[in-house]
């Protein structure tokens, strides 16, 4: 085993153990925490045993193992975009709706505390 093993394994340990723990302590759901600790353990199997990523491409029809991973490196980063800009924009569009909701509150109560037209705003007078 070389340095680069010995070190890749330790940091993948700690990345895996530190998963488990946010899933213990509730920082992180089960699921999303079971997968990323997957994928820990699975990194750690790669850095120790290579030649395991060359029988796995091979049988893909992959000629290297590097290979694989690199395809599936770029495959997962593309999901993780697509979920993250799924993620934005359902944010995006919940904020718009409290927003929405607020404003109208707000001019509904201008309406009811002014008697009828909305209040001038601070700093405006009416000649503005």
Do not use: K
Request: net charge positive.
């Amino acid at each position: 085993m070389n340095a680069f093993q010995i070190l890749g394994i330790s940091l993948t340990g700690c990345f895996a153990l530190l998963t488990v723990l946010g899933v213990a302590r509730r920082r992180l759901r089960p699921v999303p925490g079971l997968a990323w600790a997957l994928l820990w353990v699975a990194a750690a199997v790669a850095i120790a045993r290579p030649e395991l990523t060359v029988i796995v491409a091979q049988s893909l029809g992959i000629v290297r193992g590097a290979d694989l991973i690199f395809y599936l490196a770029i495959l997962g980063m593309f999901v993780g975009f697509f979920l993250v800009y799924v993620r934005l924009r359902r944010l995006d569009e919940g904020l718009t709706q409290v927003v929405r909701r607020l404003a109208i509150a707000e001019a509904r109560h201008r309406i009811e505390a002014g008697g009828g037209e909305p209040a001038a705003r601070e700093g405006e007078s009416a000649a503005d």
